[in-house]
Each structure stands twice: as C-alpha cells, then as structure tokens.
C-alpha cells in the first residue's frame, strides 16, 4: 500500500476501454498481411498482440513466423495498415456505451489523459467526431515513446506530461499489456473488462464491468 494520497490525473488507454475499435483494427491488420501470404487469427491476435502498437504487431507477427522487417518495410506496413483502419472505420460511432458521459464526470474532478498503442491522428479524429477532445488535456501515442506497452515508457510519459508523480495517477486498461505497463510505471490500475474476462486482468488494483461503475467515488477509494 501507498497509504492515502490524492490522485492528480486519470490516465485512459484508448482501444478496448474508450472505443470498440479492436475488431477494426484486426480487420486492418488482416487486409494488409494476407497479400503477403501471413495470415492473422482472430483468436491469435486477442492472445497474442492485442496491447502493441502497430510497430509491435507487425515485428512480432514477422518474428513468429522466423522473419524480420527491416525499417523501410516496417514503414510502409504501418503506412498502409493505418490507410486501410481508416477506410473501415468511415464515418462509424464506435465510442463504447457512457464513454462521454465518462470522461464529463471524472473530467469534472481531474485533468484526464490518453496513453495508448494507438496512432495520434486516429485518437484525435474519434474524439473531435464526438467532441470529446475538449475532455482530454494530454495524450501518448503510438511511437511516441522508445517503447510501447508492455513497457511502462507509455505511462511515464504520461506523467511527465502533466508534470505530476506516477504514483497519484490512475490508469484505465483493458489488457494484461496495459495493466503490465501502468503498473510497471508506479501507476494505480483499474482493469476494465471490455476485452478480457476479469480473470485475465487480476494484476488490475480493482475490475469494473462497464465505464458506468468508474465514478469519482471509485476513483478516490483506489488510493
């Protein structure tokens, strides 16, 4: 225990916790590896790489199959992956239930933040598409970092960027990637099973079900 002590700053992850965009993504990753004769499971990407930012999926996707991807190639996969998630996503809503009405109530009682594997322009273009933008006071995107999760670099800069402790943030994730590297970086987590059933977020400080149970109340309990 860290005994009692203010929370200064909520830290979101992006896909699977605010957005249901992990299909999309899964989609994207398809579209672009199949011409290259790798196929992409389902079920193998929920196991395996869900939590990495593109960079991370396609380096472990070429390392599972004894490949790798020089820099210019890892480029233009990226290049095209994030091209393709565009054109599936159009102009869909894929905000998970109470997520403005989410971020309204503990943006009410904290500055709030994104540390996700996303790209910055995909976080930005959902969140001006629901006006959410004004909610969000800082943001840590794909690439950003010298690592993404399960590194803890993602976090940490995080709180750098709101100029405050780790240890008085708290970070929302819906991955055992995500609790990984916000535990990793002195953060409190709260698991949310949008993704994984609890049993796979257990190293979570607590598990809610849905973006209706984080109130400010749960927020102050967790410290």
Known sequence: MRGDQMISAIVFDFDGVLVDSEPLHLRAYQEVLEPIGWSLPREKYYASYLGYDDAGV????????????????????????????????????????????????????????????????????ALRGRRLDRHIKFIVAAGETPAGKPSPDPYQRAATLHGVAPQ?????????????????????????????????????????????????????NIA
């Open 58 to 125: 396609f380096r472990a996707v070429a390392e599972d199959r004894g490949s790798t991807l020089d820099d210019q190639r890892l480029r233009a996969l990226i290049d095209e992956k994030c091209r393709v998630f565009d054109q599936i996503l159009g102009g869909g809503d894929i905000m998970y239930p109470g997520a403005a009405e989410c971020l309204g109530r503990l943006g009410a009682e904290w500055p709030l933040g994104i540390a996700s594997g996303a790209a910055r322009p995909e976080i930005e273009a």
């Open 168 to 220: 008085s943030c708290v970070a929302i994730e819906d991955s055992r990637w995500g609790i990984e590297s916000a535990k990793a970086a002195g953060l409190w987590c709260i698991g949310i099973t949008h993704t994984y059933p609890v049993s796979e977020l257990l190293d979570a400080d607590t598990i809610v079900t849905s973006l209706d149970e984080l109130t400010p109340q749960l927020i102050r």
